[in-house]
């Protein structure tokens, strides 16, 4: 199956600090998604992404769809404690509609 | 966003029986995913459950193990068949946004497998 780069595998950040993650992939992608999934619960969706090169913000998180197509970024700026949790990006192949590879994840802690 | 709830939240089976997850959502949807997610791991799709079709499985997930029904458009079920401990994980069911391809998943059922 396709494989998604995800990183980094894990970060340990202070309250206040921006975090910066990616995935990168050999494959072209039409959309990437990002998820935050907290302990217990389902992933949910944070952002969407459906053109190269966009950029798209949700509060304090933006995303990038990267310009080759092949990667996206996600950026939190000023962490809070309830950042705490494990984000996955996710990434649907050209013509390959609904069907969608997940990253392996980036397990965020942030210390008060 | 779809509203989606999974029954049972969790569950733990001994080896060699088999358990059924339910998915309702509330709202109809033609398409109906089913995710495994191994301890510590990321989301692997399963299948894709289309309504008044057989489901579509993916490579290394077969129907045997992991039968799906997909009675009407708002509900589905995925069946783990003879469990073993290699089983337990995290199922998720998640649907399309209309119009859109975001998924929405739901809270999963997290099976452990003794």
């Known amino acids: 199956g396709q494989q998604l780069n995800q990183s980094p595998q894990s970060m340990f950040i202070q309250e206040g600090e921006d975090v910066s993650m990616n995935c990168t992939s050999s494959s072209i992608f039409n959309t990437w998604l990002w998820y935050k999934q907290d302990p217990g619960e389902g992933p949910v969706l944070l952002i969407a992404?459906?053109?190269?090169?966009e950029l798209t913000s949700n509060g304090r998180l933006t995303a990038q769809f990267g310009i080759t197509r092949k990667d996206s970024f996600l950026n939190i700026s000023a962490s809070i404690p309830s950042d705490v949790g494990i984000y996955f990006c996710a990434g649907q192949l050209e013509g390959n509609f609904n069907k969608f590879y997940f990253g392996s994840g980036t397990k965020l802690n942030v210390k008060p | 966003s779809a509203v989606i709830s999974q029954k049972p939240s969790r569950d733990i089976c001994q080896r060699g029986t088999s358990l059924t997850i339910q998915c309702q959502v509330d709202s109809q949807v033609t398409m109906m995913f089913w995710y495994r997610q191994q301890p510590g791991q990321s989301l692997t799709l399963i299948a894709t459950?289309?309504?008044?079709?057989?489901?579509?499985?993916e490579s290394g997930f077969v129907i045997d193990k992991f039968p799906i029904s997909r009675p009407n458009l708002t509900f589905s079920t995925l069946t783990v068949s003879n469990m073993s401990p290699e089983d337990s994980s995290i199922y998720l069911c998640?649907?399309?946004?209309?119009?859109?391809?975001?998924?929405?998943f739901g809270p999963g059922t997290r099976l452990t497998v003794t």
């Open positions: 459950a289309n309504q008044g079709s057989e489901a579509t499985y």
């Open positions: 992404l459906y053109k190269a090169g």
């Open positions: 998640s649907v399309p946004k209309r119009g859109g391809y975001e998924q929405y």
